[in-house]
Each structure stands twice: as structure tokens, then as C-alpha cells.
């Protein structure tokens, strides 16, 4: 599915393709063969291999006379976290826009060209599409983006309150990464969610989600459900951290947002057959909503570091 096309290359595209890998030896070459699908070729893949035990790094060295209209880079750091990798490869970076791409995941023949031809004819600077999630038995499921993006009050409201930006489907000019400073690699989990707020904030900056599935994310064993606990406590950190940027509905939009952290809880909770703690999340909404209230009234938010 994701072979070389047979067809002449076309021009490359103007994006660095971005890829953080850990503990990715049975999955990076199906990430970076379907990038040497594309259709239209990015101008730059840029792998980081983040102090990774396994052979991920001599997995994707093996790449380095693959990739033909493609500048390849493959970077060793030293282990920091997947937003540490993603900064080091923005610093290196050479095209105008950046597409993230997951060790783990995989995109379709049209997922860059398509992108590209969105961004042009509607003037866009950050765009990103619907995916497939396939688990680990191969069932595939369509998580529709775009109606969430379309849903709401507004765009950055929708995207505040609930998410639907998959890190694995965007395409953003590379400035508006830098300008907002970068992933927070002091955050334990969510860091690209994080920047998507940081970035869009700002709402002059035209988004948009497309309704077309170009994104395979692969549901590994764990990653839905691993460190929940922790994941709550980071998402209402942030939540917290971007309360302000609401001139009006702030409350309205920060209570929606802590309802929907416990929910996703309830949900990781199920699948991993935890009945006892998916109860006693939705239960634990209640007196979040209670603390964060008083939180965003007397506390001020942890600000972003700026590591671009």
C-alpha cells in the first residue's frame, strides 16, 4: 500500500517532514515508505532517533539512498521526549511549512499533495484531515476531525474544549511553530496539543480540517490507556495555562474543557476493562470543575518556554 508510485516524481514540495522516533524498529519503515509514496515528495525528512535502545536508528539509516528527490536526514539525541525530538528537527529545518509524521503511523499516497492544494486555494497556514485508526487486530475505525473542527462556537473554542488536531495529519508554515516557541517538552503528555493552542490563539491565523482520511494511526498496545492519571493532571494543566486566551466564556470553555479530560479518562478507563476507575472518573469531574475554578481565578497559569 505504501510502495513507491510507478509514475514520475514530481516537483518536490516546500516541507520538512518531521519524525520523532523511540522505540519504533518494527514500525519506522512503514512510516518512511509511505512517505516515499507520496505522490508530490517533500523537499526534507528529517528522522530524530531519541536515544532509542532498540535498532530504530539502524533501521532508518538504511533509508539514507532511498529517498530520490529528498534531502534525508537522520539526527541521535541523546533520550528527552518526542517534543524535545520535534524542536530539534524544527531548528533544523529548511522548508517554509512542517508535516508531522509519527514513527508508528502512516500516510496515504495523496496525504501531502492534497494538504498543499487545501493551503493554496483557500490561503491557509495550518491545515490538517480526518485519519484511520487500525488496531492492533487490524480493525480500522474513521475518526471524523472535521466535524469536530466544523462544530462549536468557534474553531479555537472546539479546539480547546475537545480536540481534534492529530499531530500525524498536519501541515503548518514552520514561522508559526518557531513564533509560539516550540513543543513543551516539560509537559509529560499532550505537548503537541499544547502548541496547537499556542499557535491558533492567534485567530487570524486561517485553519482548517479537511474531510478526507490520508493518516493511518496505528493504535498500539497501551497507548490509549497508558498513563492516564498522569495525562489528566497535564491536560488540565494546560487548560488552566490557555483559560485566558477566551475573552468571554472563559468558565464556560474551561469547565467544558475539565468535562472532557474525565471523560477521555472514563473511555481509557473502559478499554482497558477498568470499570471501578472509569466510575470514579466522571465522579472526580465534579469537584475538578470546583478546583479548577478557583485555579483560574487565583493562580496564574505556568507560562510556555520559548526553545526555538
Request: net charge positive; hydrophobic share 40%.
Amino acid at each position: 500500500m505504501y510502495g513507491k508510485p510507478k509514475n514520475m516524481r514530481a516537483q518536490p514540495l516546500d516541507v520538512s517532514v518531521v519524525i520523532p522516533a523511540y522505540r519504533a524498529e518494527h514500525t519506522i519503515a512503514r512510516a518512511l515508505n509511505s512517505v516515499i509514496a507520496q505522490s508530490k515528495p517533500p523537499r526534507e525528512v528529517i528522522v530524530v532517533i531519541d536515544g532509542s535502545p532498540d535498532n530504530t536508528g539502524s533501521v532508518a539509516e538504511i533509508f539514507c539512498d532511498k529517498f530520490q528527490d529528498t534531502k534525508y536526514t537522520v539526527i541521535h539525541q541523546e533520550n528527552a521526549g518526542a517534543g524535545a525530538a520535534r524542536n530539534l528537527a524544527v531548528k533544523t529545518a529548511t522548508s517554509t511549512y512542517l508535516a508531522f509524521l509519527d514513527a508508528d503511523d502512516a500516510w496515504l499516497p495523496e496525504k501531502l499533495s492534497r494538504s498543499f492544494a487545501v493551503m493554496e486555494h483557500s490561503g491557509l497556514e495550518l491545515v490538517a484531515h480526518n485519519y484511520a485508526a487500525i488496531a492492533a487486530d487490524g480493525t480500522t475505525s474513521a475518526v471524523d476531525c472535521a466535524a469536530r473542527f466544523r462544530k462549536g462556537p468557534d474553531p479555537y473554542s472546539s479546539l480547546y474544549r475537545r480536540g481534534y488536531l492529530a499531530t500525524s495529519t498536519l501541515v503548518v508554515r514552520r514561522d508559526l511553530v518557531t513564533a509560539a516557541g516550540g513543543f513543551d517538552p516539560s509537559l509529560p503528555n499532550a505537548q503537541d496539543f499544547d502548541l496547537w493552542l499556542a499557535i491558533l490563539q492567534d485567530r487570524s491565523i486561517p485553519f482548517e480540517v479537511f474531510d478526507e482520511a490520508l493518516t493511518h494511526y496505528h493504535v498500539t498496545e497501551g497507548s490509549i490507556t497508558a498513563h492516564t492519571e498522569r495525562r489528566i493532571k497535564c491536560c488540565l494543566d494546560i487548560a488552566l495555562r490557555f483559560a485566558p486566551s477566551f475573552s468571554s466564556g472563559k468558565y464556560t470553555n474551561l469547565w467544558m474543557r475539565t468535562l472532557a479530560v474525565y471523560f477521555e479518562a472514563m473511555h481509557a478507563y473502559r478499554k482497558k476493562n477498568q470499570q471501578k476507575k472509569a466510575t470514579l472518573a466522571i465522579i472526580r469531574s465534579i469537584p475538578a470543575l470546583i478546583s479548577i475554578t478557583f485555579m483560574a481565578i487565583f493562580s496564574t497559569p505556568t507560562p510556555r518556554p520559548r526553545l526555538l
